[in-house]
Each structure stands twice: as structure tokens, then as C-alpha cells.
């Protein structure tokens, strides 16, 4: 019997909507109120169920198991939610425990998200008690409104702002940035270490005595959910092992869930300490990069961004770096993480609009052709799946079925399909163009009840039975797919089909929208407004211009040399950011005049006074410029036009003129690197400072939107509100740099 609950559930709160993601999360005012919360069922629902997708962040102590579909806040147990399957049909239920309270029903509520392919529907929030009792609240998902006065609903999709009372539009620049510091690539920390030395930052050698397994260990606190780890092995004559570790419990290499090991130049595989079944694996140098990489529950291993192999068992918890080794010696370098992008998913019931002797409606497909026959039976999608999966339910067990992925629609023979799961009379297998796979292990009999899906994410296609992976194809897809389903007997079905589509940002954690007006060109990265450039996106970052002395800041990216004393003194104007790079990266910049002397470059200690490894402009003739040596050689004149950069590549420097290389130190730098400039003559101004980090190949750091002398206030506005944040975090801020003057005029809420 349900426990007695006197008092009905009360629902109470507005839940705000950004344009194309909601965000459950962000209702502050969200009020659940109960006598009891065992068995409370939380729902939400749509209208169009199967066009919807629910999903439970992470967020806020909650926790949620795909597999188990069991709910926790603060680490208990507290509710389950219902199937993927059954959520196409009824909506998103949890269904609370007896150790749940108001705290955890609020905050799992608060974390649940939906999206949607259709923008006219509504959600639907009910609360029902052990009594049946019902609350229930309609939430309407309107066009979104501007929010004035500088006010971001972060994390939304959708930042929508408006900027006023900016007293000149010129020389104004917009950054957006979010709190997680650590998505794109870093350093991961290695804070459990026992025996090893680290050097250069990422740099891993075993000092351990004696030899041993057991001696030599490093485990991250870094978390890997969807990323990956890379390095190089520094010889070929000792025994390495890296990878993923879910634990640190041991110091065995048997800690190791997922590892690539180095043998004495011999590579293989090794998980939980054990030797899957494997192929043999090329003999590899000191220059090759390998890596672990997880991409949603699949673990795939690389060698120079190639997949050589992908695991058979499923990764289900959060994972983390792990280095051992045997050998007192043995060494890795350029040691990495890359924490992916979450990818964003929307569900739909996919279109079949080429298709022969199939009778197809909303949610099944019944094969109407006469005579049977491979030939006379198929269905097929134009609907582009470049990462996603497709699914569906087999209407019976006892005739032959085949559905999948296809590149093309070239023919009606089950041959089309390049990745396809077969029900042959109640028996499963795997079909690839027409082909069985190589060593396929046996497969259970399917019911009518079983959802079966065909996945691809990042070219590997995997076969999932109820969500779990049963096979992994060993041939990459490299093209972009569509949904098919064939059969060969008359009356053969399948129902409950479909496509979900998986969206990984290409181009970082911003992105401008079309909308309003606004466009980009992505190959120049220009800005336009009603067909007018206005902005240009610059991913290089704008160096704090916040120590030294002696300068003046007159544009975002300008400093004039303004210090008031004799003309001449090379101490007597500097300037020193606290912007810096880790790794590999480079300042650039423009010489504002020839006829006097400038120097900038790269600073390798805190405060200096000037740049070790430099470039300087003496009255119109370009040196290169190192520490206690000093001028190098002569690199000819210069005009104001022409851009220098001084970069570090692999702790090697190297000198540009407008891209050309003109100069490569002979010097090994290593450690932080920080921008910098001097000069000795009053009024020396630089323009179109710069400084990049090469790792970060995404705008991890910030994206910058600068603004040139055609922009209009309500062009600003427009371009702000189109700038779209591809990530769901609980800290998204704009700043506005005007004559490089950081305001944080919009503060997170």
C-alpha cells in the first residue's frame, strides 16, 4: 500500500526559457512542499513526447546513472528515473525513495533539462503523492524577449543582453567567458605521485628505487567524463603504461581500467591488467602521440589521431589519468588532457521519404510489399546523422529485419547499408554492407520489447541493445549517414523509430547565431549587420595591460609609452601582463612608428623589467633581441603595417615577420611565458596587441567580439544577443573592454 500522505503536493514557481535550450536549473523560486516525499512522482511531459528529449544534469550534488537509471543527491540514493524508451511515450517520471527530502526533490527537479525539435510545445510539471493527489504546472515556451540592463540568465544557450549608455562605440570590445576553466586542453594536475619527478610541466620520469610496478605511480584528480589523454613515450627500451583510472585504490597497473602499455618497444593494450583479444599493433618511435579517449561509455585508443582500437567493455564511471611504470628512467612527455564538449541531443521521429513497398506512419513501418524479398522492401531518410544514433523496436521476432545506417540511397538491396543490426527469425547479428563482421561473439535473442540502436560518434559506429554496447564496428565511417530499414518478408515491422542527433560545438563554447539581423563569416570571422561589417571574432586574447609603469592604455589593444622624464632610459617604461601561457603560444603586435626604439616580446619571470626572448625596433631596422646577449642580427626595415610575433613552439623560440619566419633561437625556454614591452622614448606607441595559447585550439579562455567604427548601438545589442554559449554552466560573464578598462557590467547570476 502507498504511505499515507495527508497533505497534497503543491507545485510552485515560473520556470524562465532561454531560445533554444531550457534550463530547469536556473528557477530559483522553485517550491515543492509535501507531508511525505516517499513515492512522490515528479513528471514532465510534452505533447509530443518521442519529439522530446529529457535529460538530468550533474548539477547542484545531483548525480545520474544512465545505466541503472538511479538518482542521487549528496551521494544517497534518493529517487529512479524511468526508461529512455518509456520517456518517447510518457514524459520524463522519477519516482522518489524514503530517504528523499525537500532539498533533494527540489534540487533533481531543478536539474532536469529539455529540448525539443518542435519550438511550439509546452511542458507540462506534475507532482503526484502517494495518494494520487496531483499539482501540476504548465510551462508555456515562448519566443525569447530581450533581458535589458545587462543581465545574463547564465548558463543559457541563448545570452541575451543589451548595452547602454557606452559613451563611444569605437575601440569597444565584448568577452564572454565562463567559469570552467578546464574544458579544451591542459596540464592535468598530478597530485598522487610515488616515485616520479616532474618536469617542464608535463614531463614524467621514474626516479623510483628500487625497480617495480609498485614503485612508480601517478593518478590526476582531474575528471574525465568525455576527453581524453595523450602523451609520448620518451624511449623504447623500457615498460610504460597509461591511461584511464576510475579509482586510486592500488599502486598496480592493474588500477588501470583502460591503458596502452610500452613494452620494451612492443605496444599492446592492457585493461584492468588483463590482454583483451587483440590484433597485432605497429612498433612505434619517440615522435608518435598516443591517446585513451572516451566518448560517451566507449573507450577508444589512438596513435597519432588514429583509432588503432576500441574497447569491448563499457566505461560507466568518471575517469582520471594514471602513469606507472617498471623501469627507473623510463620517462613520457607532453603529457595532455582534452576535456570534450558536452554534446547537445535532440530526439525526432525521423521523415522515411524514399522508400518502395513499405506501408510507414508516425511510429511504425510494416513491409506491404508482393513477392518477399530483399529487393522489393526499404525505407529510407534524407535526414543527415553526422554524430547520433538511431533506434527502433522490432515488431516480432520471427521474420527477417534489417535497419541502420546508410551513406547513400544508390540501391534497395540490404547491401546499402554500411552499419546495420540484423533479426534474422529471432537471431541477432551484425551486417556491414551486406557483410558479417569477422569474430563476432554470440548475441542474445531479441524481444519484441528490446530497443536496439546503431551509434556513431567521432567515426566509430558502435551497436547498443537496451543502451548497452554490444559491438564495435572495426570500419571508421568517415561520411555522413541516414537512417534505413529493409526487410525481406511480407507483414515484417518494426515500430518506435527514432533519430537522435548529437552535436558537438565545432568551433568552440561560442558561437554567433543568424538572427537579427546579425551573420558571420566564418572563413574571415567578420561580423555583419543588415549586410554590414561591424565586428571581427578574435580568439587570440587581449593581454591584461595591468603591471608596469610608465604606459597609457588608449585602445583595447594599444599602448603609448607616456612616462614623464628624460627621453631616453630603458627602465623607465615597461610594461609587464599578468596574462600568460603554459605552454606553447606568442605575442604579437604592430610597431606604431619607425623613426624610434621599441622592444616586446616574452618574459620568463615575474615583474621583469623587459623581455628575454625579444624583438626589437631600432629607428626603422628590425633585431632579434635574447637576455645578456643581445642584438642578433639585422632583419631589414620595417613599416607600421607589418605584424612580429615572438612564439614558442615545443620550448623552442621563434621569431615572424607577417607570418615569415625570420629568426629560430637556439635557446631551450621552458616554463610560464608572460608578454611584454618597453621602450625608452616618450610617445612610442604599439597597436593590435595579442597573445595566443596553441593549445587552446577552442576559446576556452574567452571569445572576443571587437567592434570597429561602423558599429551602432543597436548593431551592438544585435551582434550581443546573437552570441549563443554552447555549454551548460553555472557561471557565463560578459565583460565590456572599453579603452581596454575591464568593467564587469555583467555580473553572473
Given amino acids: 500500500m502507498p504511505t499515507k500522505n495527508d497533505s497534497p503536493p503543491v507545485l510552485k514557481g515560473s520556470i524562465p526559457k532561454t531560445y533554444d535550450l531550457t534550463l530547469f536549473e536556473k528557477c530559483q523560486d522553485l517550491s515543492i512542499t509535501c507531508e511525505i516525499y516517499n513515492n512522490l512522482h515528479v513528471i514532465f ?96 515556451m515562448p519566443v525569447p524577449v530581450s533581458i535589458l540592463d545587462g543581465v545574463v540568465p547564465a548558463p543559457a544557450d541563448q545570452n541575451l543582453v543589451t548595452f547602454t549608455n557606452i559613451p563611444d562605440l569605437d575601440h569597444l570590445a565584448l568577452r564572454f567567458k565562463t567559469s570552467s576553466s578546464k574544458k579544451g586542453i591542459f596540464i592535468p594536475v598530478f597530485d598522487h605521485n610515488l616515485g616520479c619527478k616532474i618536469t617542464n610541466n608535463n614531463t614524467i620520469t621514474d626516479i623510483a628505487n628500487p625497480d617495480g610496478w609498485q614503485s612508480s605511480y601517478i593518478h590526476s584528480s582531474d575528471v574525465i ?57 605497429d612498433k612505434y618511435t619517440v615522435d608518435d602521440v598516443f591517446s585513451v579517449e572516451r566518448i560517451g561509455n566507449t573507450i577508444a585508443y589512438l596513435k597519432n589521431e588514429v583509432t588503432f582500437y576500441v574497447s569491448c567493455i563499457n566505461s560507466t564511471e568518471d575517469m582520471h589519468f594514471c602513469f606507472t611504470s617498471a623501469d627507473r628512467g623510463a620517462s613520457v612527455t607532453d603529457v595532455l588532457q582534452h576535456n570534450y564538449y558536452p554534446a547537445a ?33 526499404i525505407a529510407y531518410s534524407s535526414g543527415t546523422l553526422k554524430e547520433g544514433h538511431v533506434s527502433l523496436r522490432f515488431g516480432q521476432t520471427d521474420k527477417q529485419v534489417m535497419f541502420g545506417l546508410a551513406a547513400d540511397f544508390s540501391s534497395h538491396y540490404l547491401s546499402v547499408l554500411n552499419y546495420a543490426i540484423f533479426s534474422n527469425n529471432g537471431v541477432i547479428s551484425i551486417r556491414e554492407s551486406g557483410h558479417t563482421p569477422k569474430s563476432l561473439p554470440s548475441f542474445d535473442k531479441p524481444t519484441v520489447s528490446d530497443v536496439f540502436s546503431v551509434k556513431r560518434c567521432g567515426g566509430v559506429i558502435t551497436y547498443l541493445k537496451n543502451g548497452m554496447v554490444f559491438y564495435i564496428s572495426t570500419i571508421k565511417s568517415t561520411k555522413d549517414m541516414h537512417f534505413c530499414v529493409t526487410s525481406a518478408d511480407r507483414g515484417a515491422s518494426v515500430t518506435d523509430m527514432l533519430q537522435c542527433a548529437s552535436y558537438y560545438p565545432s568551433n568552440g563554447l561560442f558561437e554567433i547565431k543568424s538572427i537579427k539581423g546579425v551573420s558571420l563569416n566564418k572563413a574571415t570571422r567578420e561580423v555583419s549587420y543588415n549586410n554590414t561589417v561591424v565586428a571581427t571574432i578574435n580568439q587570440d586574447k587581449i593581454p591584461k595591460f595591468d603591471l608596469g609603469r610608465g604606459y597609457t592604455v588608449i585602445g583595447v589593444d594599444t599602448l603609448l609609452f607616456t612616462f614623464i622624464g628624460p627621453d631616453s632610459g630603458w627602465d623607465l617604461a615597461y610594461f609587464y601582463s599578468s596574462s600568460y601561457m603554459e605552454h606553447d603560444g606568442c605575442i604579437s603586435l604592430s610597431i606604431g612608428q619607425t623613426d624610434r626604439q621599441v622592444m616586446f616580446g616574452l618574459a620568463i619571470h615575474e615583474y621583469a623589467n623587459g623581455p628575454y626572448f625579444s624583438i626589437l625596433a631600432d629607428n626603422g631596422i628590425i633585431f632579434v633581441n635574447e637576455g645578456d646577449v643581445g642584438k642578433r642580427a639585422s632583419f631589414g626595415k620595417y613599416t607600421t603595417k607589418d605584424v612580429f610575433s615572438v612564439e614558442r613552439h615545443d620550448y623552442t623560440i621563434i621569431y615572424r615577420k607577417n607570418g615569415s619566419v625570420i629568426y629560430t633561437s637556439t635557446e631551450h625556454c621552458a616554463g610560464d611565458i608572460h608578454p611584454s614591452i618597453t621602450s625608452p622614448n616618450h610617445g612610442i606607441k604599439v597597436t593590435n596587441v595579442r597573445i595566443r595559447d596553441f593549445y587552446t585550439e577552442r576559446d576556452t579562455d574567452g571569445f572576443y567580439i571587437m567592434f570597429n567604427e561602423k558599429a551602432s548601438q543597436v548593431a551592438i545589442d544585435a551582434v550581443a544577443e546573437a552570441v549563443s554559449c554552447q555549454i551548460d554552466d553555472p557561471d ?9 578598462k575591464l568593467l564587469d557590467a555583467l555580473p553572473s547570476n
Wanted: with cysteine; charged share 20%.
Fill in 225 to 281: 567524463k568525455d576527453g581524453r589523454v595523450s602523451l609520448r613515450f620518451g624511449q623504447t627500451d623500457k615498460q610504460v603504461m597509461f591511461g584511464f583510472s576510475d579509482t586510486f585504490s592500488t599502486y598496480s597497473y592493474n588500477v588501470l581500467n583502460y591503458g596502452i602499455f610500452s613494452n620494451n618497444g612492443v605496444l599492446s593494450i592492457r585493461e584492468g591488467g588483463n590482454i583483451p583479444s587483440l590484433p597485432l599493433f
Fill in 732 to 740: 557565463v560573464t560578459v565583460e565590456i573592454l572599453y579603452s581596454a
Fill in 345 to 377: 541531443e535532440g530526439s525526432s521521429a525521423p521523415t522515411f521519404d524514399q522508400s518502395v513497398g513499405c506501408e510507414i506512419t508516425k511510429d511504425k513501418i510494416v513491409n506491404t510489399s508482393n513477392p518477399d524479398g530483399w529487393h522489393n522492401s
Fill in 45 to 140: 511531459n510534452t505533447i509530443h513526447p518521442k519529439l522530446t528529449h529529457f535529460n538530468i544534469k550533474e548539477i547542484n550534488e545531483v548525480s545520474f546513472q544512465t545505466d541503472t537509471r538511479k538518482i542521487s543527491y549528496n551521494g544517497v540514493v534518493i529517487g529512479i528515473g524511468n526508461s529512455v524508451e518509456d520517456m518517447t511515450k510518457q514524459g520524463l517520471i522519477i519516482i522518489f525513495n524514503e530517504v528523499a527530502t525537500k532539498e533533494g526533490v527540489e534540487a533533481v527537479t531543478k536539474a532536469v533539462n529539455v529540448s525539443f525539435s518542435d519550438d511550439a510545445q509546452e511542458v507540462t510539471l506534475s507532482v503526484v503523492n502517494a495518494e494520487g493527489s496531483k499539482s501540476v504546472k504548465t510551462l508555456t
